[in-house]
């Protein structure tokens, strides 16, 4: 393996780990949104499963539902910039912007390199 590919290899790894993120912070708004504990569970639990849900169906490499490659940015951008805004909201501003500056990259390089 190059070292190119293992930065590629790299990369991916960081792309998995960017979606996870996104959604643990769909998790935190979600606990900190809820104006009851019944009501900071439900959507605790309820916005990384519809975060999820999206992925899955539009968005992941074996999607479910097959949409042209335009729309597949969109949806991932809208997906994992609101995990972006989801940190803001929470109260985590660093790391909302430490977020958004490594999904920045990662995306960037996936981009140069057809990932």
Known sequence: MTPVDALKAANLAVSFLVELA????????????GSSRPAQISLGIGLPLAGALVWGLFAAPRAAI???????????ALV????VVALFASGHPRWAAVLAVVLV???????????
């Open 22 to 33: 996104a959604l643990a912070a769909f998790a935190l708004w979600g606990l900190h949104i």
């Open 66 to 76: 097959s949409i042209p490659g335009p729309a597949i940015v969109a949806v991932q």
């Open 105 to 115: 990259v990662n995306t960037a390089l996936a981009w140069a390199w057809h990932q």
């Open 80 to 83: 994992l910039g609101l995990g």
